[in-house]
Each structure stands twice: as structure tokens, then as C-alpha cells.
């Protein structure tokens, strides 16, 4: 079992660009989970999938950031036009429905908007 | 809505000491409440979950937590500090009717002296 796996790491873009982050989850796992914590704080939800359906997108989700889970496998974080304030560790977890206990994380990508 | 209150952003004991990080809980159902930590450059990972069953719950590395739901409250004790517990700590609820998803307190940075 190799857990929860990001990438990149990190990433380090302009203002403007476009980023964009991969989460591949523990294989038998069909929920994912997308959050975001920024210095000083708790890791706050952006979205959940089932499979490939993607259940719920917080507000904190403009309509610069998309996510998907084409297959129910892996997941893609986008984010459209970057800015300075979305400098932050984007956190993605799995598990199983139904099971109300623990979610896996990774170990983050952080990214840096300059 | 779920929402957790870690009353301490830093704590601070010298090793060999007990630790306590206190967490106060707000649900409107019966919750399921965990204590996840977060060593430097490291995932998530998690230390104990209470869901229901006993109200003292014991994790991993010595760590256990109790449930008082008169006092709303969720807070993380281990008897004897080590210098491996320097992490951040978070106080965590569950949402059972939006997927499970995990609602983050703020975290507790611990800090542990030699």
C-alpha cells in the first residue's frame, strides 16, 4: 500500500498562470477529498468525490478552481489565473463511504504564487 | 453546523511532563470527533477517533482523549511528553451528512523542551 500520493510537491508560479495538481488515492478508497490550509490554520474542505461524481464544492472554491476524478481513480485540482492568495498547502484525502472514520491524507502540494 | 475550538495555539512542556491540548466541540447531532497530528513536511496522520463508542478513547503513541458531552469538550492528554510529540495537533469533527467530510480546528502547535 503506498497511501495517498500528490504532486508536484511544490510548485512555484506567476500571477496569472495556470497550476494544476494530481492526487492519486488509496486504490481501493471511493471518496476523495480536496482541502486547503494556509499558515496558521486548519486545513479547510474545497470538495468531495464518490467514485467520479463530485458531491459537494465548498465556496471557498471560486470559479477559477475546478476539480476533477474522470475515472474515479486519480483526482485533478486546477487553478485558473493564479493569485497571490491562493499560496497555500492543497491537501488530498481518501476513503471509503460509509465508514465513518479516518480520512488518509498526503502530504500536500504546496504551491507559491508570486 | 460542526465546527471544533482549539483553545490553545501553542503549548509548551518540557519532556518527560503530561501534556494536555484542549479542544471544545458544537454539533447538533452525536458527533464523530478525532485528533489528527502533523509533523513538519509530513501528511496527516491520525492519533485517535471517538465515534459513540467509549467515552475515553485511546490512540497511537501513548495519546488518549476523552468525550464529556456535558462539557462539549474533546481534549488530547498523554502522561509523559517525548521530544518525538513537537508536531501540530488538530482537534477534528465529522460531518456525517455531508459526506463525512472533516471539519478542522485551528490546531495546537506543541512544543516540547529537553
Known sequence: DTGVSQNPRHKITKRGQNVTFRCDPISEHNRLYWYRQTLGQGPEF???????AQLEKSRLLSDRFSAE????????LEIQRTEQGDSA???????????????FFGE?????VL | AQSVTQLDSHVSVSEGTPVLLRCNYSS???PSLFWYVQHPNKGLQLLLKY?????LVKGINGFEAEFKKSETSFHLTKPSAHMSDAAEYFCVV???GRGNKLVFGAG??????S
Not at chain 1, 474545497?46 to 467520479?52: A, G, R, S, V
Not at chain 1, 488530498?92 to 480520512?103: K, V, W
Not at chain 1, 500536500?108 to 507559491?112: A, I, P
Open chain 1, 46 to 52: 474545497l470538495t468531495y468525490f464518490q467514485n467520479e
Open chain 1, 69 to 76: 476524478r474522470p475515472k474515479g481513480s486519480f483526482s485533478t
Open chain 1, 89 to 103: 498547502m492543497y491537501l488530498c484525502a481518501s476513503s471509503l463511504a460509509g465508514y465513518t472514520g479516518e480520512l
Open chain 1, 108 to 112: 500536500g502540494s504546496r504551491l507559491t
Open chain 2, 28 to 30: 447538533s447531532y452525536s
Open chain 2, 51 to 55: 465515534t459513540s463508542a467509549a467515552t
Open chain 2, 94 to 96: 465529522s460531518d456525517p
Open chain 2, 108 to 113: 495546537t502547535i506543541l512544543r516540547v523542551k
